[in-house]
């Protein structure tokens, strides 16, 4: 089973060279910190910044330099700084070649539900509803089940969406899914979990097809 750490090093290896990468909130912050050496990634912010680099090491932080979730970020060399509007007229424009996001619930379809839960106030649904929406490419990072130990892989989401049929591929603490017209195909399994582990964790559809390998983190 792995950790929020070992989520974000898997999905780096789904990062390729020359890609330009929208990181959401949570987990997907982590994943800059995991990406090869010898690739030239771009990393965009939505509050207006290309070219983010890893956490700063602690001491080192620049509370002026921070990413959609306020978290201190550090800045790569030939990074650039930029307004909201020219922040979201790429990621509208189709320009990011790949999108990171956390979810709460993801349905068998590709739904997605990441930005509220009804009772709980929040601030708004922030730049989630124009990736989802934009991107062609949509990766989820999240926890398999909740704390309550009930499956967020479901067969509906049950919260508030964010976005419909969108989402491509999701990554948890227990296997790495594709969205398929069928439901969930079975990829790979977090290393000392059986694919019938995932299965009793997954609500919705999950599609197993022969031996499935373990993950490489």
Partial sequence: MLDKNGIA????????????VNLGIGIPTLVANYVRDDISVEFQSENGILGMGPFPIEGEEDADLINAGKQTITALPGASYFDSA???AMIRGK???????????????????NWKIPGKMVKGMGGAMDL??????????????NRAGESKLLKRCSLPLTGVGCVKKI???????????????????AP????EDIKAATEGNLIVKGDILEMNV
């Fill in 95 to 113: 320009h990011v070649d790949l999108t990171i996001l956390g979810a709460m619930e993801v349905s068998e379809n590709g739904d997605i539900a």
């Fill in 192 to 195: 000392g979990v059986t694919a």
């Fill in 9 to 20: 090093k898997r999905i780096a290896q789904e990062v390729e060279d020359g890609y330009y």
């Fill in 132 to 145: 989802v929406a934009s991107a062609e490419n949509i990766i989820v990072a999240m926890m398999h089940t």
């Fill in 171 to 189: 990554v948890t603490n227990l296997a790495v899914l594709e969205v398929t017209e069928d439901g969930f195909l079975l990829l790979e399994r």
């Fill in 86 to 88: 020219t922040s979201f």
